[in-house]
Nanobody
Framework: QAQVVESGGGLVHSGGSLRLSCRTP????????MSWYRQLPGREREFVAS????????NYADSVKGRFTISRDNGESTVYLQMNSLKPEDTAVYYC???????????????WGPGTQVTVSS
């Protein structure tokens, strides 16, 4: 059964760093574009970053550009989100998604993980 499993969340002070990881047991990882979304308290889930199947292209939300980096290791079937210079407004549940690209835009699939909590204290 296909799964999406995130890890790496936690509590960090403002200005700190965290690295999130996501694996997709049961799915052919290298054939799928990957992304990270987040859901802030009381808000809709929002796009954070995406990466193509081979990792040659990435996209970021304006709010995280220059601070977050998405990467993947197809040999390890893992996608990462390196988060630096974290701010209290980055506090959210972070979700991994496996999907595709259409006309240069990431299209999410129905495969979502349970999420991992990131809390940034001021």
């Amino acid at each position: 059964q296909a799964q999406v499993v995130e890890s790496g969340g936690g509590l960090v002070h403002s200005g700190g760093s965290l690295r999130l990881s996501c694996r997709t047991p049961g799915l052919t990882f290298s054939r799928r574009a990957m992304s990270w979304y987040r859901q802030l308290p009381g808000r809709e889930r929002e796009f954070v970053a995406s990466i193509t199947r081979a990792g040659g292209a990435t996209n970021y939300a304006d709010s995280v550009k220059g601070r977050f980096t998405i990467s993947r290791d197809n040999g390890e079937s893992t996608v990462y989100l390196q988060m630096n210079s974290l701010k209290p407004e980055d506090t959210a549940v972070y979700y991994c998604n496996t999907g595709s690209y259409s006309n240069g835009n990431y299209v999410p699939s129905d495969y979502w993980g349970p999420g991992t909590q990131v809390t940034v204290s001021s």
